[in-house]
């Protein structure tokens, strides 16, 4: 790891503070994406300003189907959020399968979602959710939050603060992992609401998340995992590796689509 | 530099450290608890893992900064004087270990899944839970049996204490 | 059988200190003055070094030295050594190119260091590394070895013509081409054995001490034998000579081969601390462990098995291209040869069996004995060719092998091995029993029915361990002897030391030696202590690997032993006025038979110690040494099945069922013997199914040089084994102990593989059979 120099702040105006201070800073929530990468040394950031002091940045707060979850919340918190649980299963169970019980510890719904890795899964649930991302400036549709390969809406002094979402009449969330890092290799999370299905994937796209109309379309008619039998996703803008080509990958789309499906029919 | 300050293992320590100082590298080499191991470069491998504020997590993938003022436990602080934690000694009585190296880091993993599961254990739970810790040498086998009679043990016991307080 | 003596599940006595983090491992080390290393490593896979510039990396924070390849060869450091040599069958020896812990003028793979930068601490050594400038002229790479050895490939050593090391047979050619011409079936197949990184989970460290003083060194290091690594350093590498060189090998977090050979940076170490005057540690990281530590298997093959109309085996040919990496590791040379072909033969009577072995070098990570170690590749290629036989012949698996099994001991095989002692059938049959193997369709149509495909595989193996007889394995070109040495001290209260040249990395040797002692004079356990892994305690020793601590390591023990207790009954029988041929040991105490008349053990060490009234003529003391040579191999042997589900949507492989039934001859301590075969089951699983390493084949990047990439067994990949032994004394040593350590890893990946393509109905898979290409596999299979 190279140099670098740690802050500690109470409140999110205090980070941000700290934030434009620093010549390259960044912002350190549970930090089990940025640590590692700083300790490899492929990121380099001359500050860290830590948010898990924040207490604003803190808690699930479920009002009817309306939920809002606070950018610092451990995805052990949502995990086993008993509310949530009630009206968003998935999200729960999204959360349980993310990296392993002690990154669960750490890792926060706000540090994913502003990293935007392409084979993380909270991205995918925001975007099949229609959620918002809620900043210390402004309120971003998922959709528009997440743009590219770690890339994001955020401007260099913004701070996610919390995502809130409608929880929908059904939803559910299957992964395939990557074997050796258990990333996603495709994930899809499917949702039915009050605007339709939304199915949204990650882990397989070149450019990051993306919803997926063809299953969208299949599912729209008939909301049950028959309707995609035969149906066929394009293997174009797919990424490809060692671990799987594009091919296998439009295959574990679809494949992920059903068994998501089958889950949120309960 | 940073100063920290942490209790660890119910000892209150300090120190100076460069920021970029992991906790892991403050327990082995400020403190010299060398029990607390480094076995990859990419947080995967869980010889690291300790418990901040009783939760289990990677000391590799948190700065010394990051924990001070929290209580530290780590595998030196687990037995209770001369006696084994019930999850070491399940750990020794199913050898559930051979070169001792990831040892540590899976009895904190396995304290903390028995603590989060009071309801028991199963099989496809522990392997399930196991998901980041990595051994080379043991195959799982015994580590697995090892957590689930430890979780038998301390079930056990707690009935046992639940009763006596009645 | 006492409750602590031979044959009884013991619990470790070593796992006080792991448990409870009071391991002591190489990094755990401190030295006051200590510094750290960080070593400069090639980003090329092939290129050469211009120019080594070090100016701005001596002006960073906390740098003491940065030294290169140069200034290692003017102090007369020596290059790196195969100890194996290996003739052609032209009878050229093989070509062994120069080797410098310290590239000098060209690195041959990426990693390779180039410089080493000494630093108060391990970040600011890592920081001024960075800031070393080696100017490079790249080359271009190969790191396939079928690629290599075409005209115009890359060339890697000028000693050796299109990358060839040697081009080595075995058996009969004419033989067996004969056989194969006039075979009533012959079934061929084109083998490749996936290369691995072993990926012990204590990464390599090494802490060099010079100390001025005493013109002296010591080395702590991560080693599976400490001794070989002084002897090595001492007399090829001129760091020291041995009486000036210590070094020690605490607790090793796991070896599995890769800490057998001494590697460039303890060498740097020792050097670098003599240079810079201070103590120099160094810990690898994960991703330097992926690049530098020595992989393993990496063979393609090509193979015909013929068989006569009454399904009886007649020949077996095997063409082999092994890659060996950018330079001849210390054993490298060994294991596609001795160690792979003389084990053709199997557990079948083949009358003619001919190889053929090309080795390799290409621009990746040296290649060397990794668990099993040339054993797994003959028994992958030669059961799946088997099983494949089987499928063509239309005969069950079982039965195929059955015909063809060796029932008469000792057996000659046409490929130098006599095997001992076996009884195959006996495994085999465990194992079906032990798998409800009749049962299997069934359960086949209900996971039909659920989805998915079921399959089944078997897999029959033998090794050749405890190596090795010295004179036989001298005159196949080995460097070294492999006998094992022990010291039994007996102090003067009765306690015992057992000084053993074997080293415990997780096998568990502090209690199964001690079992041994406590078993023969029925002392406690606890008063037996194991000393290892110290040249300056131990005089000489071979260390641990080709599961050899059972067979050699404690065989030079009970040698010991043997003068020990000569020695005890003539002190009991002088102080108890009886005939020293009455005298028995047993529950601590020396007895003359059939009398109550007896002397407690501790009474006659101090009797020794004293020697106020010993035999006359007697020196005091209790104190005796053993080397042992073994007479021959041992062959352990077995039989795997592995009984999987496949879905076919994904080609996710479940290991439903793996079943292991193994002949290992005696057993010490069965708890560890079967820890030892699920470890073993674990790595070979870990082939089958999950680990692959890739190096991109323009560039010769390494693609898997972290846990990222590079995927290790995790307990959710496995399932919990069946495992049982059923056991013929080996006749070659006098513990009748066969040796356990590696037969997981040699039996399991065929018995995985073909399980995998019963279940798919496609035989055309390679490992590891990942997901992808599982699925892929289906889908050809069910376009047919």
Not at chain 1, 241 to 250: K, L, M, Q, T
Not at chain 3, 365 to 374: E, H, I, L, S
Not at chain 3, 491 to 506: P, R
Not at chain 3, 675 to 701: F, K, M, N, R, T
């Given at each position: 790891?190279?140099?670098?120099?740690?802050?500690?702040?109470?409140?999110?105006?205090?980070?941000?503070?700290l934030?434009?201070?620093?010549?390259?800073?960044?912002?350190?929530?549970?930090?089990?994406?940025?640590?590692?990468?700083?300790k490899?040394?492929?990121?380099?950031?001359?500050?860290?300003?830590?948010?898990?002091?924040?207490k604003?940045?803190?808690?699930?707060?479920?009002s009817?189907?309306?939920?809002?979850?606070?950018?610092?919340?451990?995805?052990?918190?949502?995990?086993?959020?008993?509310?949530?649980?009630?009206?968003?299963?998935?999200?729960?169970?999204?959360?349980?399968?993310?990296?392993?019980?002690?990154?669960?510890?750490?890792?926060?719904?706000?540090?994913?979602?502003?990293?935007?890795?392409?084979?993380?899964?909270?991205?995918?649930?925001?975007?099949?959710?229609g959620?918002?991302?809620?900043?210390n400036?402004?309120?971003?549709?998922?959709?528009?939050?997440?743009?590219?390969?770690?890339?994001?809406?955020?401007?260099?002094?913004?701070?996610?603060?919390?995502?809130?979402?409608?929880?929908?009449?059904?939803?559910?969330?299957?992964k395939?992992?990557?074997?050796?890092?258990?990333?996603?290799?495709?994930?899809?999370?499917?949702?039915?609401?009050?605007?339709?299905?939304?199915?949204?994937?990650?882990?397989?796209?070149?450019?990051?998340?993306?919803?997926?109309?063809?299953?969208?379309?299949?599912?729209?008619?008939?909301?049950?995992?028959?309707?995609?039998?035969?149906?066929?996703?394009?293997?174009?803008?797919?990424?490809?590796?060692?671990?799987?080509?594009?091919?296998?990958?439009?295959?574990?789309?679809?494949?992920?689509?059903?068994?998501?499906?089958?889950?949120?029919?309960? | 530099?940073?100063?920290?300050?942490?209790?660890?293992?119910?000892?209150?320590?300090?120190?100076?450290?460069?920021?970029?100082?992991?906790?892991?590298?403050?327990?082995?080499?400020?403190?010299?608890?060398?029990?607390?191991?480094?076995?990859?470069?990419?947080?995967?491998?869980g010889?690291?893992?300790v418990?901040?504020?009783?939760?289990?997590?990677?000391?590799?993938?948190?700065?010394?900064?990051?924990?001070?003022?929290?209580?530290?436990?780590?595998?030196?602080?687990?037995?209770?004087?001369?006696?084994?934690?019930?999850?070491?000694?399940?750990?020794?009585?199913?050898?559930?270990?051979?070169?001792?190296?990831?040892?540590?880091?899976?009895?904190?993993?396995?304290?903390?899944?028995?603590?989060?599961?009071?309801e028991?254990l199963?099989?496809?739970?522990?392997?399930?839970?196991?998901?980041?810790?990595?051994?080379?040498?043991?195959?799982?086998?015994?580590i697995?049996?090892?957590?689930?009679?430890?979780?038998?043990?301390?079930?056990?016991?707690?009935?046992?204490?639940?009763?006596?307080?009645? | 059988?006492?409750?602590?003596g031979?044959?009884?599940?013991?619990?470790?006595?070593?796992?006080?200190?792991?448990v409870?983090?009071?391991?002591?491992?190489?990094?755990?080390?401190?030295?006051?003055?200590?510094?750290?290393?960080?070593?400069?490593?090639?980003?090329?896979?092939?290129?050469?070094?211009?120019?080594?510039?070090?100016?701005?990396?001596?002006?960073?924070?906390?740098?003491?030295?940065?030294?290169?390849?140069?200034?290692?060869?003017?102090?007369?450091?020596?290059?790196?050594?195969?100890?194996?040599?290996?003739?052609?069958?032209?009878?050229?020896?093989?070509?062994?190119?120069?080797?410098?812990?310290?590239?000098?003028?060209?690195?041959?793979?990426?990693?390779?260091?180039?410089?080493?930068?000494?630093?108060?601490?391990?970040?600011?050594?890592?920081?001024?590394?960075?800031?070393?400038?080696?100017?490079?002229?790249e080359?271009?790479?190969?790191?396939?070895?079928?690629?290599?050895?075409?005209?115009?490939?890359?060339?890697?050593?000028?000693?050796?013509?299109?990358?060839?090391?040697?081009?080595?047979?075995?058996?009969?050619?004419?033989?067996?081409?004969?056989?194969?011409?006039?075979?009533?079936?012959?079934?061929?197949?084109?083998?490749?054995?996936?290369?691995?990184?072993?990926?012990?989970?204590?990464?390599?460290?090494?802490?060099?001490?010079?100390?001025?003083a005493?013109?002296?060194?010591?080395?702590?290091?991560?080693?599976?034998?400490?001794?070989?690594?002084?002897?090595?350093?001492?007399?090829?590498?001129?760091?020291?000579?041995?009486?000036?060189?210590?070094?020690?090998?605490?607790?090793?977090?796991?070896?599995?081969?890769?800490?057998?050979?001494?590697?460039?940076?303890?060498?740097?170490?020792?050097?670098?601390?003599?240079?810079?005057?201070?103590?120099?540690?160094?810990?690898?990281?994960?991703?330097?462990?992926?690049?530098?530590?020595?992989?393993?298997?990496?063979?393609?093959?090509?193979?015909?098995?013929?068989?006569?109309?009454?399904?009886?085996?007649?020949?077996?040919?095997?063409?082999?291209?092994?890659?060996l990496?950018?330079?001849?590791?210390?054993?490298?040379?060994?294991?596609?040869?001795?160690?792979?072909?003389?084990?053709?033969?199997?557990?079948?009577?083949?009358?003619?069996?001919?190889?053929?072995?090309r080795?390799?070098?290409?621009?990746?990570?040296?290649?060397?004995?990794?668990?099993?170690?040339?054993?797994?590749e003959?028994?992958?290629?030669?059961?799946?060719?088997?099983?494949?036989?089987?499928?063509?012949?239309?005969?069950?698996?079982?039965?195929?092998?059955?015909?063809?099994?060796?029932?008469?001991?000792?057996?000659?095989?046409p490929?130098?091995?006599?095997?001992?002692?076996?009884?195959?059938?006996?495994?085999?049959?465990?194992?079906?029993?032990?798998?409800?193997?009749?049962?299997?369709?069934?359960?086949?149509?209900?996971?039909?029915?659920?989805?998915?495909?079921?399959?089944?595989?078997?897999?029959?193996?033998?090794?050749?361990?405890?190596?090795?007889?010295?004179?036989?394995?001298?005159?196949?070109?080995?460097?070294?002897?492999?006998?094992?040495?022990?010291?039994?001290?007996?102090?003067?209260?009765?306690?015992?030391?057992?000084?053993?040249?074997?080293?415990?990395?997780?096998?568990?040797?502090?209690?199964?030696?001690?079992?041994?002692?406590?078993?023969?004079?029925?002392?406690?356990?606890?008063?037996?202590?194991?000393?290892?892994?110290?040249?300056?305690?131990?005089?000489?020793?071979?260390g641990?690997?080709?599961?050899?601590?059972?067979?050699?390591?404690?065989?030079?023990?009970?040698?010991?032993?043997?003068?020990?207790?000569?020695?005890?009954?003539?002190?009991?029988?002088?102080?108890?006025?009886?005939?020293?041929?009455?005298?028995?040991?047993?529950?601590?105490?020396?007895?003359?038979?059939?009398?109550?008349?007896?002397?407690?053990?501790?009474?006659?060490?101090l009797?020794?110690?004293?020697?106020?009234?010993?035999?006359?003529?007697?020196?005091?003391?209790?104190?005796?040494?053993?080397?042992?040579?073994?007479?021959?191999?041992?062959?352990?042997?077995?039989?795997?099945?592995?009984?999987?589900?496949?879905?076919?949507?994904t080609?996710?492989?479940?290991?439903?069922?793996?079943?292991?039934?193994?002949?290992?001859?005696?057993?010490?301590?069965?708890?560890?013997?079967?820890?030892?075969?699920?470890?073993?089951?674990?790595?070979?699983?870990?082939?089958?199914?999950?680990?692959?390493?890739?190096?991109?084949?323009?560039?010769?990047?390494?693609?898997?040089?972290?846990?990222?990439?590079?995927?290790?067994?995790?307990?959710?990949?496995?399932?919990?084994f069946?495992?049982?032994?059923?056991?013929?004394?080996?006749?070659?040593?006098?513990?009748?102990?066969?040796?356990?350590?590696?037969?997981?890893?040699?039996?399991?990946?065929?018995?995985?593989?073909?399980?995998?393509?019963?279940?798919?109905?496609?035989?055309?898979?390679?490992?590891?059979?990942?997901?992808?290409?599982?699925?892929?596999?289906?889908?050809?299979?069910?376009?047919?």
């Amino acid at each position: 790891m190279y140099s670098t120099t740690y802050h500690r702040p109470a409140t999110v105006a205090d980070a941000v503070k700290l934030l434009k201070k620093a010549d390259d800073g960044k912002l350190l929530a549970g930090g089990q994406t940025l640590i590692p990468a700083m300790k490899t040394r492929l990121a380099a950031p001359s500050d860290v300003v830590d948010l898990r002091h924040i207490k604003e940045l803190k808690g699930i707060k479920v009002s009817g189907k309306n939920v809002t979850i606070g950018a610092g919340t451990t995805h052990a918190e949502v995990a086993s959020n008993e509310k949530l649980m009630k009206v968003c299963h998935s999200m729960c169970e999204l959360a349980s399968h993310i990296g392993d019980p002690h990154v669960r510890h750490m890792g926060t719904i706000g540090g994913s979602v502003a990293n935007n890795d392409p084979a993380a899964d909270y991205p995918a649930a925001m975007v099949a959710l229609g959620a918002t991302i809620h900043t210390n400036k402004r309120e971003i549709a998922a959709e528009k939050f997440f743009t590219g390969l770690f890339e994001t809406a955020l401007k260099d002094d913004e701070v996610v603060t919390a995502v809130s979402f409608t929880a929908p009449a059904k939803c559910g969330y299957e992964k395939f992992r990557n074997p050796a890092s258990r990333y996603a290799m495709t994930g899809v999370f499917v949702a039915k609401g009050k605007d339709g299905v939304r199915v949204a994937v990650t882990g397989a796209g070149d450019d990051g998340v993306f919803r997926s109309k063809e299953i969208e379309a299949a599912l729209s008619k008939k909301f049950d995992a028959s309707a995609l039998d035969g149906v066929q996703v394009s293997s174009r803008n797919l990424m490809s590796d060692i671990h799987a080509s594009a091919e296998y990958r439009a295959n574990l789309v679809v494949v992920m689509a059903r068994r998501a499906t089958t889950a949120a029919n309960g | 530099m940073s100063e920290v300050s942490m209790v660890v293992n119910g000892r209150k320590v300090s120190g100076s450290v460069e920021d970029r100082t992991l906790l892991v590298h403050f327990l082995r080499e400020t403190l010299g608890l060398t029990g607390t191991h480094v076995g990859c470069d990419t947080s995967q491998c869980g010889a690291c893992v300790v418990h901040v504020d009783g939760k289990a997590v990677k000391s590799c993938t948190m700065l010394a900064a990051q924990a001070s003022g929290s209580e530290v436990v780590t595998i030196e602080g687990l037995a209770d004087g001369a006696d084994l934690h019930p999850v070491q000694a399940a750990f020794k009585q199913h050898h559930g270990l051979q070169c001792g190296f990831c040892t540590p880091g899976m009895i904190m993993a396995a304290t903390d899944m028995i603590a989060r599961h009071p309801e028991g254990l199963d099989e496809k739970t522990v392997r399930d839970e196991l998901e980041g810790n990595i051994c080379r040498c043991t195959g799982y086998h015994n580590i697995v049996q090892a957590i689930l009679a430890a979780s038998k043990e301390m079930g056990k016991a707690k009935k046992g204490k639940a009763k006596k307080a009645a | 059988m006492g409750m602590e003596g031979i044959g009884a599940r013991v619990a470790r006595k070593e796992d006080k200190r792991f448990v409870t983090g009071l391991g002591r491992y190489v990094d755990d080390m401190v030295v006051p003055g200590m510094k750290h290393a960080a070593f400069v490593r090639s980003p090329h896979a092939h290129a050469d070094v211009k120019k080594i510039d070090v100016k701005a990396a001596m002006a960073m924070p906390g740098v003491i030295g940065v030294l290169t390849g140069k200034e290692l060869k003017a102090d007369g450091i020596g290059n790196l050594i195969c100890g194996w040599m290996i003739h052609s069958k032209d009878g050229t020896p093989m070509k062994m190119g120069a080797w410098s812990p310290l590239a000098v003028d060209r690195v041959r793979y990426v990693g390779d260091a180039v410089a080493v930068v000494v630093a108060e601490t391990r970040a600011q050594a890592r920081d001024a590394a960075e800031a070393v400038e080696v100017t490079y002229k790249e080359r271009k790479a190969v790191t396939d070895a079928v690629a290599a050895l075409k005209s115009g490939a890359p060339q890697l050593h000028p000693e050796a013509d299109n990358n060839l090391i040697y081009d080595w047979e075995i058996g009969e050619a004419k033989a067996t081409d004969a056989a194969i011409a006039k075979a009533a079936h012959v079934t061929k197949m084109h083998i490749v054995n996936n290369r691995l990184v072993p990926n012990a989970m204590e990464p390599r460290a090494a802490l060099g001490h010079y100390d001025k003083a005493e013109d002296h060194y010591t080395c702590w290091t991560t080693s599976q034998n400490p001794h070989v690594a002084r002897l090595v350093m001492s007399a090829f590498y001129n760091v020291a000579p041995e009486n000036k060189l210590r070094v020690i090998a605490p607790d090793v977090g796991g070896g599995f081969g890769s800490k057998i050979y001494i590697y460039p940076e303890e060498i740097v170490c020792l050097w670098a601390s003599k240079k810079t005057g201070v103590p120099v540690k160094w810990v690898a990281d994960r991703t330097e462990s992926f690049l530098t530590d020595a992989h393993g298997r990496d063979h393609v093959t090509e193979v015909q098995l013929a068989f006569d109309k009454d399904n009886n085996m007649t020949a077996l040919k095997v063409d082999t291209i092994a890659n060996l990496g950018a330079y001849m590791s210390l054993f490298s040379s060994s294991v596609p040869t001795y160690l792979y072909a003389t084990l053709l033969s199997g557990q079948y009577r083949i009358p003619a069996i001919h190889a053929n072995v090309r080795t390799v070098y290409t621009n990746t990570a040296p290649v060397d004995a990794y668990r099993g170690a040339g054993r797994p590749e003959a028994t992958y290629l030669l059961e799946r060719v088997v099983e494949t036989a089987a499928r063509e012949l239309g005969v069950a698996p079982a039965e195929l092998r059955r015909k063809n099994f060796i029932r008469e001991f000792p057996y000659q095989t046409p490929v130098i091995m006599c095997y001992d002692a076996g009884d195959y059938e006996a495994s085999l049959s465990a194992a079906m029993k032990a798998a409800d193997y009749d049962g299997f369709s069934k359960r086949r149509d209900k996971a039909k029915k659920a989805g998915k495909l079921r399959g089944i595989g078997m897999s029959c193996y033998i090794e050749a361990c405890g190596i090795a007889p010295s004179a036989a394995v001298g005159s196949l070109g080995a460097g070294v002897g492999l006998w094992e040495s022990a010291e039994v001290r007996v102090n003067g209260v009765g306690t015992i030391e057992v000084l053993t040249g074997s080293h415990s990395h997780g096998q568990g040797h502090e209690t199964t030696f001690a079992q041994l002692v406590s078993d023969r004079f029925g002392v406690p356990m606890d008063s037996v202590s194991i000393v290892h892994g110290d040249t300056d305690k131990v005089q000489m020793g071979m260390g641990t690997y080709g599961s050899r601590s059972g067979a050699v390591g404690m065989s030079a023990i009970v040698k010991a032993l043997d003068k020990v207790e000569a020695k005890a009954k003539k002190i009991a029988a002088h102080l108890l006025e009886a005939d020293e041929g009455d005298i028995t040991i047993e529950n601590g105490e020396l007895k003359v038979a059939g009398t109550d008349k007896a002397v407690p053990w501790f009474q006659m060490a101090l009797a020794a110690y004293t020697a106020h009234n010993l035999p006359a003529g007697m020196e005091p003391g209790l104190k005796e040494g053993a080397f042992y040579d073994p007479s021959n191999f041992t062959f352990p042997a077995g039989c795997y099945i592995c009984e999987v589900e496949v879905d076919p949507e994904t080609g996710t492989t479940e290991i439903v069922q793996f079943v292991a039934a193994d002949d290992f001859g005696n057993i010490i301590n069965p708890m560890i013997v079967e820890g030892q075969v699920h470890g073993g089951i674990a790595q070979g699983v870990g082939q089958a199914l999950l680990e692959g390493c890739h190096y991109d084949p323009s560039s010769g990047q390494l693609l898997t040089a972290s846990y990222m990439d590079y995927t290790m067994p995790r307990a959710g990949d496995l399932p919990s084994f069946k495992v049982s032994t059923s056991n013929t004394p080996c006749p070659s040593n006098p513990l009748g102990i066969k040796g356990c350590g590696e037969a997981g890893a040699i039996g399991s990946p065929p018995a995985v593989m073909n399980a995998i393509t019963d279940a798919i109905g496609n035989n055309d898979l390679t490992m590891p059979a990942s997901p992808q290409k599982v699925w892929a596999a289906v889908k050809a299979a069910t376009k047919h």
